[in-house]
């Protein structure tokens, strides 16, 4: 992600910003609601013959149930779990209908994505068609969107990618995003009222900077220069869940640095993942904060899947974990750069697991 840094201070679109407020003061509560969203979607399911829909994904049943979900898409904002599922997204805004794949980053014309995401006004954004959608800049978004592509092929591909940098209540559905490439030294749009320069960015999938209430749902996310998702400077209220995770080396950091302290207050829900072939590292690398990853599958990665360090809390459970055959990348949690006088010391507890677990261990670092 670009931005300039002034003073000690972050500064974006000439104002000055503290990282976003949000988390929770017992993060175990938000734990124990989505084990009981799980085991009522469990039950629902082993009673599938009493029930017309059930598919073990408390996410899903809420809104795949109804088979007219097209007419009230807006139910979708009702269906988060974990520590995201405060985002409400554009709920209270008005269905805006992306038409044109083009890109200006400058003068966004109406009818593109970029057009729709800088607006101050609360939108759910869909797509008219199937598109490929490759950004010449950075996709700035505003606070209280959702970009929904359920209903298309939509491929954020080839360019930069999505940065959510200081704001609050985004939700991202049902997108392809791939190959991004750094981009920056240019000037980008941020608001109808604010374009400003932009140092160069990493090439992240999706960059998240100091928001809260975010929640990326149902994509796919593969092949970009640097994260697929990264989570950073005193972000937190975060979901990441249903997502299909491909082909890359640094998947999922959460948390700047070791030392940068507000980082401490970031809590993230890892659910229902895919963390598929071709991946290496990152699934996720957590810092300081709350991490409870829950119900995902790793399947042959490189070198490991979870990683930590600066004192996390990372909460797995119900996860299943296929290790490669390279004896030497079989570790499933690594302490990253951290000595053995440090991690002697962590604990590691056992939790009543969910009733679809199939890993039972809460790993607190």
């Known amino acids: ?3 300039i840094a002034g003073g000690g201070r972050i500064v974006a679109d000439s104002r000055v910003y503290e990282p976003a407020i949000g988390a929770v003061d017992d993060p ?3 734990v124990y609601d989505v084990h009981k969203a799980i085991n009522a979607s469990t039950a629902r399911r082993r009673l599938g013959f009493l029930s017309s829909c059930g598919t073990g994904n408390p996410i899903d ?9 097209q007419e009230n898409r807006k139910r979708l904002a009702e269906c988060g779990i974990g520590f995201g599922s405060k985002a409400v997204g554009g709920h209270d805004g008005a269905l805006y209908v992306v038409t044109d794949p083009g890109d200006d980053p400058v003068n966004p014309p109406q009818g593109t994505l970029r057009h729709a995401v800088i607006q101050v006004e609360p939108l759910w954004i869909v797509f008219q068609r199937d598109m490929v959608i490759s950004l010449k800049q950075e996709l700035i978004m505003n606070s209280f969107k959702t970009i929904d592509g359920r209903g298309a092929n939509v491929h954020i591909a080839n360019g930069a990618c999505i940065t959510i940098q200081f704001i609050t209540n985004v939700i991202i559905h049902g997108l392809h995003i791939h190959d991004c490439k750094p981009t920056g030294n240019a000037m980008v749009r941020s608001s109808p009222s604010h374009v400003g320069w932009r140092t160069m960015a990493d090439g992240d999938a999706v960059s998240i900077f100091g ?3 975010i929640w ?3 994509c796919s996310l593969s092949n970009c220069a640097d994260g697929l998702v990264d989570a950073i400077m005193g972000s937190t209220a975060i979901t990441i869940s249903n997502n299909y995770f491909t082909h890359h080396n640094e998947v999922m950091l959460l948390g700047h640095s070791d030392s940068y302290e507000k980082d401490k207050a970031m809590q993230v829900t890892i659910a229902f993942n895919h ?9 996720p690398r957590c810092r300081n904060g709350y991490f409870h990853v829950v119900n995902n599958d790793y399947t042959l990665w490189e070198m490991y899947a979870i990683g930590g360090s600066a004192d996390p809390t990372i909460n797995s459970q119900g996860n299943r974990y296929l290790a490669p055959t390279n004896p030497f990348a079989k570790e499933v949690t690594k302490r990253v750069n951290t000595d053995q006088s440090l ?3 962590w604990i590691k507890s056992s939790v009543r697991p969910t009733s679809s677990s199939s890993n039972r261990e809460c790993e607190r670092y």
Do not use: P, Y
Request: with cysteine.
């Open 216 to 218: 990326v749902d149902h």
């Open 343 to 345: 991690w002697k010391s």
């Open 28 to 30: 175990e509560k938000v």
């Open 61 to 69: 049943d809420c809104w795949r149930c109804n088979h007219n979900w």
């Open 275 to 283: 963390f598929g072939e071709g991946l290496i590292q990152r699934m």
């Open 211 to 213: 928001s809260s209430h």
């Open 1 to 3: 992600m670009g931005f």
